[in-house]
Nanobody, 124 residues
Framework: QVQLVESGGGLVQAGGSLRLSCGFS????????MGWFRQAPGKEHEFVAA????????YYADSVKGRFTISRNNAANLVYLEMNSLKPEDTAAYYC?????????????????WGKGTLVTVSS
C-alpha cells in the first residue's frame, strides 16, 4: 500500500508560480513512478507529469512543457510539481499518483494509487 497526500494548492494570478508537494508513504513507495494529474471542472482527468523512481526520467504533457517541473526527494518521501507562468486554463484539482509502471502513469491506465487532490485556481 502507498499513501499519497497533496498540498500547496491555492489561488494565484496568471503568470505567477506555485509549487505542489505530495508526501508518499508505504514500505516500497520510493521505488514507484510518481505522477501528477489534473481535472478541471467539466473536463476529463488529464496527465500532467511523471518521474521515474530514480528521478532519472521525466515526462510532461505538451500543455505544460517548459512551464512545469516535476522532481522528487526519496529521502524525504516527497514529490514536487513546480508550476511557473501559470495560465487560467491550468485551473484544476491536481492529483498525485503512484504506480510501478511509467507506461501506466503516462497513459493513465490502471494507476495503482491516488491522492485526494489539491485545488489550484489561476485568476486572469
Amino acid at each position: 500500500q502507498v499513501q499519497l497526500v497533496e498540498s500547496g494548492g491555492g489561488l494565484v494570478q496568471a503568470g505567477g508560480s506555485l509549487r505542489l508537494s505530495c508526501g508518499f508513504s508505504g514500505r516500497t513507495s520510493s521505488s514507484y513512478v510518481m505522477g501528477w494529474f489534473r481535472q478541471a471542472p467539466g473536463k476529463e482527468h488529464e496527465f500532467v507529469a511523471a518521474i521515474h523512481w530514480s528521478g532519472g526520467s521525466t515526462y510532461y504533457a505538451d500543455s505544460v512543457k517548459g512551464r512545469f517541473t516535476i522532481s522528487r526527494n526519496n529521502a524525504a518521501n516527497l514529490v514536487y510539481l513546480e508550476m511557473n507562468s501559470l495560465k487560467p486554463e491550468d485551473t484544476a484539482a491536481y492529483y498525485c499518483a503512484a504506480d510501478r509502471s511509467m507506461k501506466r502513469v503516462v497513459t493513465r491506465t490502471g494507476v495503482d494509487y491516488w491522492g485526494k487532490g489539491t485545488l489550484v485556481t489561476v485568476s486572469s
